[in-house]
């Protein structure tokens, strides 16, 4: 069965970040489903196609996930190629494999090409190694936002000797902490909260589990942000970058027959943080 939607990462916001893969297909598809948290710079790459903007924002008015999965249905069905264009990776709290899942059940073939998940490239662009050796047995990612309202085992977690990496955490910043200290975690470990990572108005805050709840309001961080909490949040391993690269890698554009979608090159896009 020959896919006929793709389930794409946009990535978590710099439009470099995209994998060729996912450029390719944006510049096939016909019609292109697009999440609130893609960089608006991303939809160059599939110009041809026609946009239908299907956000879906925690706290905010959104599209119901059951419209979107019969849009994609009914787009396929009528032969079109359909890309779900979603911000960081479809299967990291993305709905991905439900959506994938569900579109299988009614006989639609689905290919997930994969994206940079926000968590990772939060971390990376403040310096921080998520698993560095001496420091951490390992990463877990972690949604403070569930389905049926529960929380994570915070106990658990604590314990697990793991770096942490909390999505959709802001609101609830002072249970987290609590519930962690609670467990046992120690009051001056590291965190490192981290808004719209990757594009060019990113900001961070380094605190400490015990400070991270008036830190925060002090800062007034908003979502989208990323939490990472463990010793490697103390890191910085290199020094952020505030002006452009000295050679930007050039945009890759799509043209393409039916079958070979050929790539070439247009201007640079220039990455900056503020």
Known sequence: MN????????????????????????????????????????????????LVH????????????????????RYARQGLRVARLKGGDPCIFGRGGEEAQWLSDHGVGCEIINGIT?????????????????????VTLITAHSQDGTMPDWTGLARSGTTLVVYMGVAKLHDMSSQLLAAGMAPDTPVAMIERASLADQRECR????????????????????????????????????????????????????????????????????
Request: charged share 15%; glycine share 8%; net charge neutral.
């Open 3 to 50: 896919p006929s939607v793709w389930l794409i990462g946009a990535g978590p916001g710099d439009p470099e970040l995209l994998t060729l893969k996912a450029v390719r297909a944006l510049g096939l598809a016909d019609v292109v489903l697009v999440d609130d948290l893609v960089n608006p710079q991303v939809l160059d790459y599939c110009a041809q196609a026609r």
């Open 54 to 73: 299907v956000g879906k924002r925690g706290g905010c008015r959104s599209t119901p996930q059951a419209f979107i999965q019969r849009l994609m249905l």
């Open 118 to 138: 926000a968590g990772l490239a939060a971390a990376t662009a403040c310096g921080i190694p998520l698993t560095q050796r001496g420091m951490a047995q390992g």
């Open 207 to 274: 605190s400490t589990l015990a400070a991270m709840t008036h830190d925060a309001q002090d800062f007034q961080l908003r979502s989208p942000a990323v939490l990472v909490i463990g010793n490697v949040a103390a890191c910085q391993v290199f020094g952020a970058m505030d002006t452009p690269m000295d050679a930007p890698m050039e945009t890759p554009m799509v043209t393409s027959t039916k079958d070979t979608p050929m790539l070439t090159s247009t201007e640079p896009v220039l990455r900056r943080r503020a």
